[in-house]
């Protein structure tokens, strides 16, 4: 069997855990699943949760797919091959409850014909409120997940995660980070494709114990009105983030990929009031004074 | 006095008329105004109703602006140019009726040192429902204001509309369209500058009768839930709009704009259901069939 198969084999089953476990926290939302074919080649299967117990709306996405490489990727990835290959699992979660977290996870590993092949992908989280306690555990999580590999992965991502999920037109990060990485290969890290493979799906294991947690912690939490429009608020920021910088979503759109698929990572309902303003010393502001790059977590 | 003062007080005025009017249609919002200024160099009045009885949110910003030209706008105007001006009225109006249609109005006019200058801008309708009687009236008072001036605008201007406002990834106009025009001169239409700007202006006064009307015909018909529903949903194909395509908000985060003027023409509440579907042969479906280019309205 080609390694890729591996790759999308190991894939499949991170998605098949993750549904599972997220629809046992859930207790009461159901993933509804779509498979879809590619035009080009491959396909994938995107499996939804609306209005679930915790998850207002979420999605487990994996996809396979292969084929002609389009001019827009040689551009942006500035190579020249013909075909490509590239799997991957991506997640959002968008709870109703504004004490429980958004959180991403991508794994991701693509293949260009000539031999070249890496690995990406990352989890971060985007909490409405941030509580340290619940960032300080995410990250401390993260964390032993990259050393169990590479010392030097964690300070290294979680510093991509920084750069990478940053709002720059507000000055602030989308949320508290979290890791981030991009074309890992053997000879940039010493790793065999296999240990690297091992990497990816322990980054996508971690997405269920790190979720499932947050989740028990802040599920019961009482809110009100005010916490609602707060984290309407901060889900048009994670809207303005997917729609303006995000390489994935860009790159979905511009190759015409599937756009539910792509999109489903948009908030269920989002506010954009006129220049809302917070309360110096409210958790709001208190919030807002954390979405720093740069912040130790661990 | 320099032309381009004339622009700059010929545009306040509009501002000041359709604010006026706006609020006397509103009967309720009122105008909430902040002046500011950029730091390299002149500065505007946004002016923000929320909340009103017809308008949930809606701005009508003035600017007038100068200094150097920032490195990515000479690279997008392709100039050499070592300094602009610039100055413009823009509009966004997202009413809270549903049957009430979404309408947008940018009127600019840009100079550079070396003597190049030009008028750009445009009005276009979103509505939530597509009513063919409002978008004939619609583009017919724009093609008298076009007919005005020069037969073969209208036609060229409405063409440029149904290709700017469309949402590619969506495979739809923005709305029912209108018109959009860019670099009009002297050279390329025949008319002076003067005549420039009072096309210019006259394009501006088109949208107090436009939408005031609109706002009549619309404000007191009765919705339910579901064209809300439908109301939030196209809200977000509005945002997708504004932040994945529309020059003028591109370039605004590109450059370190006022971002919450910019951003003022994002829509007070939207919604992303995952993969929506319509009935067939219902209102919705119906003004889905009308969100393509080419439609002839008049």
């Known amino acids: ?27 009461k939302g159901v993933f509804e699943e779509e498979l879809w074919e590619r035009e080009g080649g491959g396909g994938g299967r995107t499996r939804v ?39 991957g699992v991506s997640i959002v979660m968008h709870p109703g409850n504004p004490f429980v977290p958004i959180i991403h ?5 693509f293949e260009l014909d000539g031999g070249a092949c890496w690995f990406g992908g990352g989890i971060d989280l985007t909490p409405h409120y941030v509580i340290d306690t619940d960032a300080r555990y995410f990250h401390h999580l993260l964390k032993e997940t990259c050393d169990a590999f590479d010392l030097s992965f964690y300070p290294k991502f979680k510093a991509n995660a920084d750069d990478y999920f940053y709002i720059r037109h507000r000055e602030e990060t989308r949320g508290v980070g979290g890791i981030f990485y991009d074309r890992l290969k053997p000879d940039n890290t010493g790793l065999s494709l296999d240990h690297l493979l091992d990497f990816s799906v322990a980054v996508g294991n971690t997405f269920v114990p790190a979720y499932t947690e947050l989740i028990d912690r802040n599920r019961d939490r009482e809110f009100s009105e005010r916490e609602l429009e707060w984290q309407y608020l901060r889900r048009s920021r994670y809207a303005e983030f997917n729609l303006v910088y995000d390489a994935g979503t860009k790159f979905g759109l511009e190759t015409n990929g599937r756009i539910e698929s ?24 208190n919030t807002l004074t954390k979405l720093k790059k740069g912040v130790d977590w661990v």
């Open 262 to 285: 792509i999109l489903m990572s948009l908030p269920p309902l989002a506010k954009w009031s006129y220049n809302p303003q917070v309360v110096p010393g409210s958790e709001e502001f």
């Open 1 to 27: 069997m080609a390694f890729r198969d591996n790759v999308a084999g190991a894939y499949r089953v991170v998605q098949d855990e993750i549904c599972a476990a997220l629809a046992q926290a859930d207790g």
């Open 49 to 87: 949760m609306q209005l679930g117990d915790v998850i207002e709306k979420g999605g487990v996405n994996f996809s396979a797919v292969h084929g002609v490489l389009p001019e827009a990727v040689k551009k942006a990835f500035k190579v020249d091959s013909a075909h490509f290959f590239a799997t």
């Open 105 to 109: 996870m991508n794994i991701r590993y």
